[in-house]
């Protein structure tokens, strides 16, 4: 019986470090809710989970776990695709962490929750399939933006103020806080997008305030706490352009050959096509730069993609700056 008992016995040790092992190899995936993976990274990024003390680097197509902290440094960006197919860019200089996260493809419900303690960031929902719950959010340190089925952009801290500064509806004269101003963007869809997504909107609450952002290009400026909110207002070409290159700093070296076809246009706009008139813009300008990037006559226009177009807006609009030649 004795020679049986310690054998048992002995056995039960062996299971029962066999499962302390595997328990020890568990806990982080068992815990730590999957949220998406790594689309892109670019540069220096780095992750910490909820659990650990110490941060890893970002790893193209690793897994992206809810709590866990996104850190970028300058001129660097990690793009994540969550489950739902939404897509959260974070730009740099940022701080990030995805803080909640509900989906549930059998009844189309789907709810995401971040913080941005600083830095810039794009989210754009993923397409709803059901008639279920799609309300999004991501706070800043001073406001929340309820994101009700359109793509946003951002940023917080000392950029917010750069930008800002430079922006006719806001101007230098605003004192603003650098530690938590934010600048916001609803970029779209608009009401004659294509696809099955909606037109959206956000709905900022700041103080006791809230704001609705409903239609693409319109901004609002948050200087600090307790501070006036500036906005809504029609973002500027050059503000969007620098918030473009915090989010994917890969941007600028397009922007200098974007910069070219400027100068280009502005040179040629003086003595027009054929050496006679300069081409007017008018009031429809906007849709005169959306051609420009279409036409052959800019073919790198077409090449930048959405930022072709904010040139080709600029571009139109820059008629009106050159008399026609009499």
Do not use: C, W
């Not at 049986?4 to 002995?10: G, L």
């Not at 939404?86 to 009844?107: C, E, L, W």
């Amino acid at each position: 019986m004795n020679g049986s008992t310690t054998s048992n016995r002995a056995r039960a040790n062996r299971s029962l470090i066999g499962a302390a092992v595997l328990l020890a190899t568990l806990p982080a995936a068992a815990q730590a809710q999957v949220v998406g993976v790594n689309a892109a990274v670019h540069n220096k990024v780095s992750i910490r989970s909820n659990a650990a003390k110490t941060s890893r680097p970002a790893v193209l197509k690793d897994r992206v776990a809810l709590n866990d902290e996104v850190q970028t440094q300058a001129n660097s960006q990690l793009r994540v695709l969550l489950l739902d197919k939404s897509d959260f860019t974070v730009g740099a200089n940022a701080r990030v962490t995805i803080d909640r996260f509900v989906y549930d493809p059998a009844r189309g419900t789907r709810s995401m929750g971040a913080t941005v303690a600083r830095g810039a960031f794009r989210f754009m929902s993923g397409r709803s399939s059901g008639a279920g719950s799609t309300g999004s959010t991501i706070k800043t340190p001073i406001a929340s933006i309820g994101i009700r089925g359109t793509m946003v952009e951002g940023t917080v801290g000392a950029e917010a103020v750069r930008i800002a500064a430079l922006e006719p509806a806001v101007g230098p004269g605003v004192r603003s806080d650098p530690a938590t101003a934010s600048l916001i963007i609803l970029r779209g869809p608009g009401p004659n997008q294509q696809g099955n997504s909606r037109p959206g909107a956000i709905d900022v609450q700041f103080g006791n305030r809230l704001i609705t952002l409903d239609r693409p290009m319109q901004a609002l400026y948050l200087p600090g706490a307790g501070m006036a909110p500036i906005g809504p207002f029609t973002v500027s070409p050059s503000a969007l352009s620098d918030v473009q290159i915090l989010i994917n700093p890969a941007l600028a070296g397009k922007l200098s050959i974007a910069a070219a076809l400027l100068g280009a246009a502005r040179q040629g706009g003086s003595t027009g096509s054929g050496g006679g008139k300069a081409p007017s813009s008018g009031g429809n300008g906007g849709s005169s730069g959306g051609q420009l990037a279409k036409t052959g006559r800019f073919p790198l226009l077409a090449a930048l993609g959405p930022l072709g177009a904010i040139i080709g807006v600029i571009v139109a609009t820059q008629g009106s700056d050159t008399p026609a030649s009499r």
